[in-house]
């Protein structure tokens, strides 16, 4: 069977009749087509039709096919892709006019003058008004498009929140259905909306490359599978040949055994390719749809579409398949022995081997930016040279003591802003940084074996010394103090070494050394930790076979260890360093490799990725969480990031 055609990508093109858009309409699923595709499609459908592509139950209006949404951003490309500086006003006695706009309603062109004459009668008052640009331009000029109250018959100005609907002055001020709402200006409500849904066109334009590499290894893979058979019945054939007609039937029921393997697997596949073509098609139209309607649409429409196309982006997460082919069966050849009477055995035989097929990847991206909202608020650079950040300490929701460069003694208390207010000086060489509710500061020195403590004023004192190399430290919500410790640089272990967590005392004694469950060592080289929101310490542990987290309980009972994602495609193996847990449970765990934070949930599941290197993050490295609740993140690049997160409240009004 010949592969699927590539999926259209080409925003004026139908995808019913593969040809440009003739009067495209737009579906609740925000899918186009054109009006006549569609009046064709649904010609013995009643009340409602499924769409050709997601099959999502579209109502038809009562006034017929006809009374669907036209898609007014795609007539806009379109008026644009085809202006010409000697485009004239068709409407005014001045023909030579240059034409400034097109009214999408009315397919005419305008001048400026007569552009302020449409807008203000009351019969086009309300048209769609496309700013023509040069043909070569980057992008289309955003659609101008005033609404009106249907009650009022006001411009609708305000957004009532309650309702998530445009309202008029008049709503606001006048006995109506919004009277003593809170509403805001219009242009902050379609801001607010825009805000919502970028995220998640952002993430399918992340995730749509994936899957059409999925689909074009599927293809490559089912060559493949081809090519194993096609030598395999060539060697079967060859053996024919040379034992003559007498095992022509043996010859005939393996070349059918194989053949049919393959049809099988030929068939399963093909499946699959046409559920995944059939998937990005339409994830691709949904995606390309939804960020001419954000980027082009007017205030009002993106306020009145904002819920539906969450909700869009939502049935598409489950339109995705979740898990990808079991790997098919080849057929191998294996020569018989020409010594044997049995003529089965001289000529040979078939066996399997398993062919691995590609990854079905899975749209993380798009799971958070439904759940979660994620703001960049600040970044700056505490270098002018390349440095690692290895501690941050948030002193308050606004500044933190950060330490970058590694075997320094400097470290230096910052602004979210940027601005350095002081830099200390200390006499032992920094590896980890925290502070306490009191306000002092615990500093580990791996170097010099100890911890010590600076107060309000940054009197230095020892608090605790150690027969190991302390690493990372955090402080518990019982007032105790959990350190990593080792007795080797090397994050490889043997029978002698001691890899563990300490647990010191508020007055710096030490309580406890975590070191095994009772059978068998935990750790190989413990290197950040931070105590989750049910007790429980989840560690970063650097071991060289195999880095990891590991979630125990204080009496060493592990929980769960967690290796990465193995269902999405990373680009490098998972590679742990700084680890937080906030006061909702999630796991944040910086991957130095991928230039991602991984959040996981409190059983140590895969949430997805809550930050990845489309931030410009470099090898994230240290982690914190301020009073606040912002994330900062130190890279390899000299650079700390402050982010604000937060699981995304659906308002049900």
């Known amino acids: 069977m010949a592969d699927p055609p590539e999926p259209c990508t080409d925003p004026l093109t139908c995808g019913l009749c593969h040809k440009r858009y003739n009067d495209p309409r737009i579906l609740d699923c925000f899918h ?7 009046e064709k499609h649904a010609h013995a459908s009643k009340g409602t039709f499924p769409c050709p592509m997601c099959h999502m139950e579209i109502h038809i209006p009562k006034t017929g096919i006809k009374g669907l949404h036209p898609n007014y951003y795609v007539r806009a490309i379109q008026a644009s892709a085809v202006f010409s500086t000697n485009s004239k006003c068709e409407t005014c006695i ?27 009668d009351k019969e086009t008052r309300d048209h769609h008004m496309v700013e023509l640009s040069a043909p070569d331009a980057k992008s289309v000029t955003k659609i101008a498009h005033r609404s009106f ?11 009532c929140i309650l309702c998530e609907i445009p309202i008029c002055k008049d709503c ?17 409500g379609a801001k607010e909306k825009r805000n919502k849904v970028k995220p998640m066109i952002q993430s399918m334009h992340e995730y749509l490359p994936c899957l059409q590499d999925y689909l074009h290894e599927l293809n490559s893979t089912k060559k493949l599978l081809g090519d194993y058979a096609e030598q395999t019945v060539q060697e079967i054939k060859a053996r024919y040949k040379y034992l003559q007609e007498e095992l022509l039937k043996i010859c005939n029921a393996l070349v059918e055994g194989v053949e049919e393997k393959v049809k099988n697997d030929f068939n399963r596949i093909d499946t699959h390719v046409q559920t995944i073509d059939k998937t990005l098609r339409s994830v691709s139209t949904i995606t390309k749809s939804a960020e001419e309607a954000i980027n082009l649409g007017s205030d009002s429409e993106v306020v009145l579409m904002c819920q539906k196309l969450q909700n869009r982006f939502k049935h598409a997460d489950k339109e995705i398949p979740q898990v990808g082919l079991t ?30 097929l590609p990854m079905l990847p899975i749209p993380w991206g798009l799971k958070i930016a439904l759940n979660f909202d994620v703001q960049l608020m600040y970044s ?23 330490c970058h460069g590694w075997g320094t003694q400097e470290m230096s208390l910052y602004t979210r802003e940027g601005e350095k207010l002081r830099t200390v000086k200390l006499d032992i060489q920094i590896d980890d940084i925290i502070t306490k509710p009191n306000g002092d500061i615990l500093v580990s020195s791996y170097d010099d074996k100890k911890i010590i403590k600076l107060d309000g004023d940054l009197k230095q004192t020892d608090f605790v010394k150690l027969d190991l190399y302390p690493g990372g430290m955090t402080y518990t919500k019982r007032n105790e103090l959990l350190v990593c410790a080792v007795d080797s640089y090397v994050t490889t272990r043997n029978s002698r ?41 989840v560690v970063s542990d650097r071991e060289e076979a195999e880095v990891h987290t590991t979630t125990i309980t204080l009496d060493g009972f592990v929980k769960n260890k967690y290796v990465g994602q193995k269902d999405y495609r990373m680009k490098k193996p998972f590679n742990p360093f700084g680890i937080v847990s906030d006061k909702q449970g999630h796991v944040l765990v910086a991957d130095w490799s991928n230039h991602a934070i991984h959040l996981l949930d409190l ?9 990845t290197e489309n931030y410009g993050i470099r090898g994230p490295n240290a982690l914190a969480l301020d009073k606040e609740g912002h994330l900062w993140v130190g890279d390899t690049k000299s650079t700390v990031w402050v982010f604000k997160y937060a699981r995304r409240v659906e308002n049900n009004a």
Not at 172 to 188: A, F, L, P
Not at 342 to 349: A, C, D, I, K, Y
Not at 501 to 513: C, L, N, Q, V, W
């Open 149 to 159: 109250c249907e009650k009022h018959h006001e411009e609708t100005v305000y957004y």
């Open 327 to 356: 790997p098919a069966v080849s057929s191998n050849f294996h020569v018989g022995d020409l010594q044997s009477s049995n003529l089965q055995e001289m000529f040979g035989s078939c066996d399997t081997t398993d062919i691995k």
């Open 32 to 38: 186009s087509f054109c009006c006549d595709c569609i």
């Open 497 to 537: 070494s001691r890899r563990m967590i300490m647990r010191i005392s508020e007055a710096g004694k030490i309580i406890d050394m975590i070191e095994d469950d009772g059978f068998s060592a935990i750790f190989t080289a413990p290197y950040r930790l931070h105590e989750n929101m049910l007790g429980d310490i």
């Open 380 to 402: 700056f650079k505490v270098a002018n040279v390349i440095d690692t950040i290895h501690a941050i300490a948030p002193l308050s929701e606004r500044e933190a003591w950060i």
């Open 172 to 188: 606001v001020t006048k006995v109506s259905d919004h009277k003593g709402h809170r509403y805001k200006n219009i242009v902050e």
């Open 603 to 611: 059983s140590g599941q895969f949430i997805g990725f809550l930050i």
């Open 94 to 120: 001045e023909t030579e006019k240059q034409a400034q706009s097109r009214c999408l309603e009315c397919n005419s062109n305008f001048c400026k003058p007569c552009v302020s004459r449409h807008s203000k």
